[in-house]
């Protein structure tokens, strides 16, 4: 059973352009969790969703960012016109019930 | 507000020693506490501590939640080079969706 897969792994992007996180939650695994680390901090939750719903988006900025968890296919995070700010490292993490989260590998955004 | 607080923030021992990481939280209707190992990666899972489930072990580590004083210890005996790490404790709310993260305590073990 692999586990929650992230892509990319290393995405740079220049002020303005767009990002698209992808992450493949574990077979079984119906939750998905977006958390944003900046260098020297803890998590911070972005956003919950299950399969085709947003069922948590309180701590996602709610401009330019957006989350989606389609019936068929990845969940996907998407940054608009990003800044440099918007540098970290992006963690998945899948559930099958809510609370024992297992993570990604991370996704490293890095803005020029 | 709802907030985990770990210390210290980090830690430098020697390999061979044992090590306490500490977690405290001020969260409405708990549930659960999380721990999480982090290195130059995700986080992987540890332990959870529940009401029903309050002392967790698995080799050398082990974890105590105390619902009294609201907190909750992690210990590490005869540490080797492989437990540095930044340990990360996270908190579940009744009702909540979210996990209430602590900023993490940077453990680095020396040989």
């Known amino acids: 059973n692999a586990g929650v897969m992230q892509n990319p792994r290393h995405l740079v992007r220049r002020r303005g352009q767009e990002a698209r996180l992808r992450c493949s939650p574990m077979?079984?695994?119906?939750?998905v969790y977006w958390y944003r680390q900046l260098p020297e901090e803890g998590l911070k939750f972005m956003v919950y969703?299950?399969?085709?719903?947003?069922?948590?988006e309180s701590g996602m900025p709610k401009e330019r960012f957006s989350a989606e968890f389609p019936k068929e296919g990845p969940s996907i995070l998407r940054i608009q016109q990003v800044v440099r700010g918007d540098s970290a490292a992006y963690f998945c993490?899948?559930?099958?019930?809510?609370?024992?989260?297992?993570f990604g590998p991370g996704t490293r955004l890095t803005v020029t | 507000e709802d907030k985990v607080v770990q210390s210290p923030l980090s830690l430098v021992v020697h390999e061979g020693d044992t090590v306490t990481l500490n977690c405290s939280y001020e969260v409405t209707n708990f549930r659960s506490l999380l721990w999480y190992k982090q290195e130059k990666k995700a986080p992987t899972f540890l332990f959870m501590l529940?009401?029903s489930g309050i002392e967790k072990k698995s080799g050398r580590l082990s974890s105590i939640l105390d619902k009294k004083e609201l907190s909750s210890i992690l210990n590490i005996t005869a540490t080797q080079t492989g437990d540095s790490a930044i340990y990360l404790c996270?908190?579940?709310?009744?009702?909540?969706?979210?996990?209430?993260w602590g900023a993490g305590t940077k453990l680095i073990i020396k040989p």
């Open positions: 993490a899948s559930s099958p019930a809510r609370v024992e989260q297992y």
């Open positions: 077979k079984g695994h119906s939750h």
């Open positions: 996270a908190v579940e709310a009744r009702g909540n969706y979210q996990l209430i």
């Open positions: 969703l299950q399969k085709e719903n947003i069922i948590d």
């Open positions: 529940t009401s």
